[in-house]
T-cell receptor
Framework: EAEVAQSPRYKITEKSQAVAFWCDPI?????LYWYRQILGQGPELLVQ????????DSQLPKDRFSAERLKGVDSTLKIQPAELGDSAMYLC????????????FGPGTRLTVL | GQQLNQSPQSMFIQEGEDVSMNCTSS?????WLWYKQDPGEGPVLLIA?????ELTSNGRLTAQFGITRKDSFLNISASIPSDVGIYFC??????????FGQGTRLTINP
């Protein structure tokens, strides 16, 4: 069964360092999402891509976060510099179409900032 | 950001019992989704609902799209140990982003 792949699964870093997360969506899925999930809460959307274009990045803290999906397939989310409050689970999801409500999630990257 | 009101926040039940949880919103949604998340993993889609009043089952799970379009319900019958986890509802209006609830943590006593 096709799955969304993410790496690394865990990342520990010190504040002010740069971190990067990678996501490979389900093959053929045009829409890719990055979510942040704080412990004890539901996921919140950071950025949505349709192919290689950003559709929604209204909740992305653009002073320190960036995301790209250069070839419209896999994607990278970067934080520079990391802050203590960035500690969370970062989830990637994909859907076949932007109009499809059924999003499939990867296993996530657990980030701890010390 | 905006989130749905999901209740209860946690449940402690005996194996074999039925489970009910719900999700309410101040906004009207045209899609309701229910996910389950195990510790350290991403959410897994359980059931998707697209029409007010719709009742959909997936094995022992049954979910309903409320007729007001502002709520949804999830029931689990005859709970088993692997049902343990956090259950999230998510709502969507049109092409807007998914909005998630805070989750219901289910614990099962053997």
């Amino acid at each position: 069964e096709a799955e969304v792949a993410q790496s690394p699964r865990y990342k520990i870093t010190e504040k002010s360092q740069a971190v990067a997360f990678w996501c490979d969506p389900i093959s053929g899925h045009a829409t890719l999402y990055w979510y942040r999930q704080i412990l004890g809460q539901g996921p919140e959307l950071l950025v949505q891509f349709q192919d290689e274009s950003v559709v929604d990045d209204s909740q992305l803290p653009k002073d320190r976060f960036s995301a790209e999906r250069l070839k419209g397939v896999d994607s990278t989310l970067k934080i520079q510099p990391a802050e203590l409050g960035d500690s969370a689970m970062y989830l990637c999801a994909s859907s076949r179409l932007a109009s499809s409500n059924e999003q499939f999630f990867g296993p996530g990257t657990r980030l701890t900032v010390l | 950001g905006q989130q749905l009101n999901q209740s209860p926040q946690s449940m402690f039940i005996q194996e074999g019992e039925d489970v009910s949880m719900n999700c309410t919103s101040s906004s009207i949604f045209n899609t309701w989704l229910w996910y389950k998340q195990d510790p350290g993993e991403g959410p897994v889609l359980l059931i998707a609902l697209y029409k007010a009043g719709e009742l959909t089952s997936n094995g022992r799970l049954t979910a309903q799209f409320g007729i007001t379009r502002k709520d949804s319900f999830l029931n689990i019958s005859a709970s088993i140990p692997s049902d343990v986890g956090i259950y999230f509802c998510a709502g969507q209006e049109g092409a807007q982003k998914l909005v998630f609830g805070q989750g219901t943590r289910l614990t099962i006593n053997p």
